[in-house]
């Protein structure tokens, strides 16, 4: 651990991270600890957040795992309140829990609007809302949602996501308005896409709609990205831990692409 770049700088600091289990939560979850953090790491699949918690507490760091709903309120508090409990009150917070699904506007089933932004948008209202009280209480605290580039710009067929990553954004901003003096700071992180289980679902989408083939479709996908690849969930956590530290205090109310260049360059030819 004592390789890591930022090695040292979170120690004493006690982080949430949901949707720790896999993908880019994962990839969070053991940064952070590298970095000396104690981690509480969150979802709903029980052996996958004790394996990430194992890997942690085998490198030598403080690993919790929790199960948890991010769109259940109950579940939401049992969280908070056992990571307090556990390792103390959880002033890093990350909001990384999310589902990805994509339709048409025209026959788009109301449930799937309903379900995109519940997990999207007010998982991470809520989850911000029941850690907040510690981190005004302390002076300090770092809220770091993971939006997408469909946080800030619109594309086909994924209304619903799209409106509730834009939604994160928002939230972020007015949040760090109004903690600007609190010695909290909330910042978005907005990657492209990463190569995940939930980028194999939208490979799986592509696949069954179109009539490619796998490998095509993940083509088509990294082609979205002027540098024409899918990232690498460790290319989004390094970015992720240095919010997380004190170095990042001037840090606030941003949104930080990690997309390959897909949101600010309009085409590469
Ligand atoms: P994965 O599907 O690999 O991981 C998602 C994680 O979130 C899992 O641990 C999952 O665990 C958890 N999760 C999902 N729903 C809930 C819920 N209701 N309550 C608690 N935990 C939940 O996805 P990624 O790692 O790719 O995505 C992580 C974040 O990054 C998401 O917010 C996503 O929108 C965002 N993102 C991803 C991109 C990509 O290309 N992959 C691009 C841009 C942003 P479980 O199902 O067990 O609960």
Known sequence: MSGHPRAGSLRGRVALVTGGGRGIGRAIALDLAAAGASVAVSARSGAEVAAVAAEIEASGGRGLALVADVTEPGSVAAMVAAATAELGPPLILVNNAGA?????????????????????????????????????????????????????????????YTAAKHGVLGLTRALAAEWAQQGITVNLVAPGYVDTALTDGSVANIVSRTGRSADEARELLAAMSPQRRLIAPDEIAPLVTLLASDAAASITGAVLPIDAGASAIASTG
């Not at 995109?116 to 007010?122: A, K």
């Not at 989850?127 to 580039?149: N, Q």
């Open 100 to 160: 990805a699904a994509s339709h048409k506007l025209l026959d788009h089933p109301d449930a799937l609007w309903d379900r995109m932004l519940d997990v999207n948008l007010t998982g991470p209202y809520r989850v911000t809302k029941a850690c907040a009280p510690a981190m005004l209480a302390a002076g300090w605290g770092r809220v770091i949602t993971i939006g997408s580039v469909a946080s800030i710009t619109g594309a086909r067929y994924i209304a619903a």
